[in-house]
């Protein structure tokens, strides 16, 4: 068969646009050559319905063996008892667990969209929103910080089902703890969407949700650094809480739940051929190196923030704890829709991104969200940090200079030049 060179032409232009741009993206990152290669194998060839050893199609045996590997990693990585390795994205994790906690019409407490929460924690432009009843969580105006007292009053007032503790772009640690005295309060299951943070929590640079919330859910291609996926975890295994028996009459475990609403509930066949990539991916993150590389990305975040409000940048919340910030233009006369656009013309890609309390539209914003975690993957560090900042401000200064703008992507192609996507 003739190779598809037009595919193949568009692969190699977007391999040069990574190589030689700044990837500012907070939820992006750069995966290794083997996880990489395993995303690209022939396990992309294998039906595989059902779990390890539990299959609904013949021939499973290596991929059973990769399945379990995955799983097995994925435990020790987060001292999670339960694994599942199957969701084939973060969205696809929290409908499972949606799917294994709730009935249609039932309530969820979810970080707001418009503070830093993500589109499956009830936006009403997404299933979450659409099938269950959402109420909202935020940050306080002032601050851009969540406040715990008043998450417990919105809790006791509406009686969630299920509470969601965990964003897309919130720049604080966050206290699961106390979102779990919350959950206790109300009778409501607790749920961590950790998609953001996770590779930083597995290597305790974080605060860890798993013993306290009930479930987590996270992806696997952000700060952990893995091929594109989901997975949901659980620190304890628990008798499910609405009264689902097996036939002897025993209470079936939320784990037994969580599966079942994986597969069959809403997935097919699982991508072995991701799960091998996630298992390398997970291998990685268990090594010494992977704890460099997370502190790393701390002190990039750290040096960005910093350097940012010495020029004047709003930060919400003033700073990070992680790998990302939402910067509030609203005091340098530019919407997030033209600061991402004049970023991505000087080579250098950031995504717009309301801010709390933003009077644009999501398709304009105020402000724009930036990330450390592939920089850092890059080779970048500290200093690199402070160059970034000064092409930044560069180019939000001169937003309709073309000339300027051509002249700060010299300037990044000059400083990507030689370096590989992944370093080792
Ligand atoms: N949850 C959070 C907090 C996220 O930030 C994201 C992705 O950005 C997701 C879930 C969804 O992940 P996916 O894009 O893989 O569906």
Do not use: W
Not at 254 to 266: C, I, R, Y
């Amino acid at each position: 068969m003739q190779r598809d060179e037009q595919i193949f032409e568009l692969i190699q232009a977007e391999n040069e646009r990574q190589l030689h741009g700044l990837e500012l993206i907070a939820s992006e990152n750069f995966v290794s050559e083997q996880v990489m290669e395993a995303a690209g194998s022939v396990l992309t060839n294998k039906y595989a319905e059902g779990y390890p050893g539990k299959r609904y199609y013949g021939g499973c045996e290596v991929v059973d063996e990769v399945e379990q590997i995955a799983i097995d990693r994925a435990k020790a990585l987060f001292g999670a008892e339960y694994v599942n390795v199957q969701p084939h994205s973060g969205s696809q994790a929290n409908t499972a667990v949606y799917h294994a906690c709730l009935t249609p019409g039932d309530k969820i407490l979810g970080f707001d969209l418009s503070h830093g929460g993500h589109l499956t924690h009830g936006s009403p432009v997404n299933f979450s929103g659409k099938l269950y009843n959402p109420v909202f969580y935020g940050v306080e105006e002032e601050t851009g910080v969540l406040n715990y007292d008043k998450i417990q009053e919105i809790a006791t007032k509406e009686q969630p089902k299920l509470i969601i503790a965990g964003a897309s772009a919130y720049s604080r640690d966050i206290d699961f703890a106390r979102f779990r005295v919350i959950a206790d309060s109300v009778g409501a299951i607790l749920m961590a969407d950790i998609s953001h943070p996770a590779g930083m929590i597995a290597k305790g640079i974080l605060n860890d949700p798993m013993p306290h919330c009930h479930i987590v859910t996270t992806t696997t291609h952000k700060t952990l650094r893995g091929p594109r996926g989901g997975m949901i975890m659980m620190g304890k295994d628990f008798d499910n809480p609405f009264g689902i028996t097996l036939k002897d009459g025993s209470l079936r475990k939320m784990s037994s739940l969580l599966d079942s609403a994986v597969f069959p509930g809403n997935q097919g066949g699982p991508l072995e051929h991701i799960i091998a990539a996630k298992a390398i991916a997970f291998g990685e993150a268990l090594t010494d190196e992977f704890l460099h590389y997370q502190l790393q990305v701390k002190a990039n975040a750290a040096a960005l923030a910093k350097a940012l409000v010495a020029k004047g940048y709003n930060i919400i919340s003033g700073g990070t704890d992680n790998h990302c910030m939402l910067i509030d233009l609203r005091n340098k006369d530019i919407s997030g829709k033209d600061a991402e656009q004049a970023l991505v013309k000087a080579d250098i890609t950031v995504n717009k991104n309301m801010v709390p309390f933003d009077t644009r539209s999501p398709f304009v914003t105020s402000g724009i969200r930036i990330g450390a975690a592939a920089v850092t993957t890059r080779g970048l560090k500290e200093a690199e940090m402070e160059q970034i900042v000064e092409l930044i401000d560069e180019v939000i200064m001169n937003y309709q200079d073309e000339a300027v703008l051509e002249a700060v992507a010299d300037k990044v192609n000059a400083l990507m030049a030689d370096r590989p996507l992944f370093v080792a």
